[in-house]
Each structure stands twice: as structure tokens, then as C-alpha cells.
């Protein structure tokens, strides 16, 4: 989804750290304020549902894991086409 560090407040920025784009087993570096948070994917589901883990922080580790899921919903205008995604 383009621009969808804009759903979320407090992010930044985000950059693949693998090969693959998207996808189950994909990894991405997000930064969140000062922090940056290494995430891999567990579960994908073109936009409908993304699901990951966070499995390091930076320069804190706050916390063990972290998962989350995230569900996304077409909005739609009025004659049905989708012209953005809810979170």
C-alpha cells in the first residue's frame, strides 16, 4: 500500500531488508520516532491482512516479541471504486 507509513503515527520511514517485497518470511526495518524496529512477516494476504513480528528494537530493546496484525479495508466511493484502505 503506498504510503502507508501515513496510517500510522509516529513512523517515519520504512526499508525492506529482504530480497522479497511483501510476503510471508519478508523483512522490513521500520522507524518509529527515534527507534527502529526489525519486523518479519507471518502472515500476508494482499491487501487484506498483514500480520508480523518485531524481533529487535533499536537502540533500546524494549521488549522480548512483539506481533501484530493489522486488517485492512477497501473504502470505496460512491460508483465502487476503491480509493484508499482503512486500517
Same mark, same amino acid.
Not at 522480548?64 to 473504502?75: A, N, S, Y
Given at each position: 500500500?503506498?504510503? $502507508?507509513?501515513?496510517?500510522?503515527?509516529?513512523?517515519?520511514?520504512?526499508?525492506? =531488508?529482504?530480497? /522479497?517485497?511483501?510476503?510471508?518470511?519478508?523483512?522490513?526495518?521500520?522507524?518509529?520516532?527515534?527507534?527502529?524496529? !526489525?519486523? /518479519?512477516?507471518?502472515? $500476508?494476504?494482499?491487501?487484506?491482512? $498483514?500480520?508480523?513480528?518485531?524481533? /529487535? =528494537?533499536?537502540?533500546?530493546?524494549?521488549?522480548?516479541? $512483539?506481533?501484530?496484525?493489522? =486488517?485492512?479495508?477497501?473504502?470505496?466511493? !460512491?460508483?465502487?471504486?476503491?480509493?484508499?484502505?482503512?486500517?
Amino acid at each position: 500500500i503506498p504510503n $502507508w507509513v501515513n496510517c500510522f503515527e509516529g513512523v517515519t520511514s520504512c526499508e525492506w =531488508t529482504s530480497t /522479497e517485497k511483501g510476503g510471508v518470511g519478508s523483512m522490513r526495518k521500520v522507524f518509529v520516532g527515534g527507534m527502529e524496529a !526489525d519486523e /518479519e512477516f507471518i502472515a $500476508w494476504e494482499p491487501m487484506k491482512i $498483514w500480520s508480523f513480528t518485531v524481533f /529487535e =528494537t533499536k537502540p533500546l530493546a524494549l521488549f522480548r516479541r $512483539w506481533v501484530e496484525r493489522v =486488517t485492512l479495508e477497501p473504502i470505496e466511493q !460512491d460508483n465502487g471504486i476503491i480509493i484508499g484502505t482503512r486500517v
